[in-house]
């Protein structure tokens, strides 16, 4: 049976094929009698005879298209073999502007006018006076004096960090306290291994005035009572201690504190240096302030010595009035070293840093992971201001060279270098051992924070 066929049978038994389409005479003329390509009917030269050859193999052998990368890999292998590579392009690294400690050179260009400046203004003779146009200051935190309700439980906290540090978590501790209504312990300083300062609490303030400052705002006594200790075997470390992060809010306190010490009757915060944030209710601001600049007095052989202190920095600025200008250089070792910037100490520097960070924040600063940038550091703004720094800092407000300058600080990071500056643009400068005499500071000595103090009044 034969398939149906539309077109016209022409007698066969199979369907033939349609005759191909003559070609166009225009195709023809491009090939020559011996069926060769042609460019225009003239003579090909031999780039164009290989290059239409090696076309027409590859169209034909598609295969060959697997072996081009090896070719090419083969062709730059044979470059780079002839190649010469003994010149390397050196790349030079900027820093960006701001990044690297420059302030000796600012010096030395601003020096010659500094020595020279015999300008009869002086900041020391404005500075002082009152901005506020409705009259003097006044403080504005007043006791309490209504009667405390029945504590909530007792709340003990373990102060940690420098003098100021442990300031502030005192008046922190005071705020949380009143809040929660609770008993505040006494707080205790936490020994630190820079610093290893043993005193109390006793010997730096005034406890009896702190507490009796206080008594109408927050309870606070020297110990907790011993039938609650029993509880827990007479051992603090029994207690429940909550880790809480820096700056947390006073809302944190009463959601998650206040239930567990209506509970347990007894807790213990430990650190407790920034744990409070600053954004606060008015009342919990109150009691900061009212633990700061009203409870908070410091021991009676602290202010004996600072008055005399006081005393003697105004009789050195007699040309001045009495008046004279504090200054807090935070520049020592260990300040340096936990800031990790770089300043202008080179090698020695370097060495001395990373001892002072292994000593007092043992593998802190060498964690897997973690990069120090000190370019980054000192673009961000949180490196410590050298000494020469603070010099040009007050020369700039327009504090002359006749200025008196008392410096509170610590022992200086290599003093002799770093204080030069400040020295030649200050030379009436005052320290407490410049002041007193080693008698006076004997007793102070066993204890830096009470030295620190005397550089505070």
């Known amino acids: 049976m034969q398939p149906y066929n539309r077109l016209p049978s022409s007698g066969h038994t199979t369907p033939s094929s349609p005759k191909s389409p003559l070609r166009s005479p225009r195709h023809r003329q491009g090939r020559s009698k011996a069926g060769k390509f042609s460019t225009g009917g003239g003579r090909s030269s031999l780039a164009q005879r290989l290059s239409w050859m090696l076309l027409s193999v590859l169209l034909r052998r598609q295969g060959i298209f697997l072996f081009a990368p090896l070719i090419y890999i083969s062709g730059m292998l044979l470059y780079m073999g002839t190649a010469s590579f003994d010149v390397v392009p050196v790349i030079k690294h900027r820093d960006a502007p701001g990044s690297l400690y420059r302030s ?35 403080p504005c935190v007043n006791r309490s004096l209504e009667d405390l309700p029945e504590s909530n439980g007792y709340i003990y906290v373990e102060a940690n960090g420098g003098l100021n540090q442990q300031r502030t978590s005192v008046c922190n501790a005071v705020a949380v306290a009143g809040y929660l209504n609770a008993t505040l312990v006494i707080p205790n ?24 400052t206080l008594k109408n705002d927050v309870r606070v006594v020297d110990k907790i009572p011993e039938y609650l200790m029993e ?23 009463r959601d998650v504190v206040l239930p567990k010490l209506l509970e347990e009757k007894v807790i213990r915060i430990s650190p407790f240096a920034n744990r409070l944030s600053f954004d606060a209710p008015p009342v919990v601001q109150r009691l900061r302030c009212l633990a700061n600049y009203k409870a908070l007095r410091f021991s009676t052989p602290i202010l004996t010595i600072g008055e ?40 020695q520097e370097t060495q001395d840093m990373i ?33 020469l720094e603070v010099g040009l800092m007050l020369r700039g407000m327009g504090f002359t060279k006749n200025t008196s300058i008392f410096l509170a600080s610590g022992l200086i990071y290599n003093a002799e270098k770093t204080m030069a ?4 643009m200050f030379p009436n400068l005052h320290t407490k051992e410049t002041l007193a005499s080693e008698e006076e500071l004997a007793s102070f000595k066993d204890g830096c924070y009470r030295l620190h103090c005397l550089s505070s009044q």
């Not at 300083?189 to 009796?212: A, L, N, Q």
């Not at 006081?310 to 200008?325: C, F, L, P, Q």
């Not at 070792?333 to 936990?338: K, L, N, Q």
């Open 355 to 387: 001892a002072a960070r292994e000593r007092g924040w043992k593998g802190k600063f060498t964690k897997p992971g973690r990069v120090i940038r000190p370019g980054a550091i000192r673009l961000n703004g949180k490196c410590p201001l050298t000494p």
């Open 189 to 212: 300083f936490h020994y630190h291994s820079i610093w290893k300062d043993p005193s109390k609490f006793r010997d730096i303030y005034d406890e009896e005035y702190f507490v009796d």
């Open 308 to 347: 005399s202190l006081v005393e003697r920095m105004r009789a050195h600025s007699a040309i001045n009035g009495g008046k004279y200008v504090s200054v807090h250089l935070r520049f020592e070792e260990d300040m340096v070293a936990f800031s990790c910037c770089v300043f202008d100490g080179g090698k």
């Open 421 to 424: 500056p400040l020295l030649q």
């Open 231 to 253: 509880r827990f075997g007479s051992n603090m470390t029994n207690v429940h201690n909550f880790r809480i992060k820096a700056w947390s809010s006073i809302q944190y306190y």
């Open 104 to 138: 000796p050179q600012l010096y030395a260009n601003l020096k010659h006018d500094m020595d020279s400046d015999n300008s009869s203004t002086d900041a020391i003779s404005t500075i002082w006076k009152t901005p506020y146009r409705g009259g003097e200051w006044r």
